[in-house]
């Protein structure tokens, strides 16, 4: 059995809908996306960490999944009851031999 076929992490996707309250503040609300969808959890290397702060973002996490998850920067990402703030669309990753698998780096809500 190869890692494509047996990803050892369950993921729930949410995207923000942002509305103004009565005061003219802002006021979050979730749509669920998908919920139980597989996915493999990682740190990000000190690398990528560096290209995060670049980029001015700061990634602590990235996530694989085998197929396009479609997830934006208004999505969070909640996996083994930890949520994560998207912060780029998937990207392809053809990292792992034969198979591809498509990256969202993420950043872990404190």
Known sequence: M???????HLVTAKRRARSK?????????????????ACWRQLVSD???????????????KVYFVEDPEVDEQCVLVVSGDTMR????ANP?????MGILYRVMCSLDE
């Open 2 to 8: 190869s890692v494509l076929e047996n990803l050892p």
């Open 21 to 37: 309250d009565a005061l003219g503040g802002t006021k979050d609300s979730f749509t669920v996306l998908f919920t139980d969808k």
């Open 47 to 61: 690398k990528e960490y560096k290209e995060g702060q670049r980029r001015e973002q700061q990634w602590t996490h």
């Open 93 to 97: 990753d053809a990292s792992l031999g």
């Open 86 to 89: 998207v912060q780029s669309t």
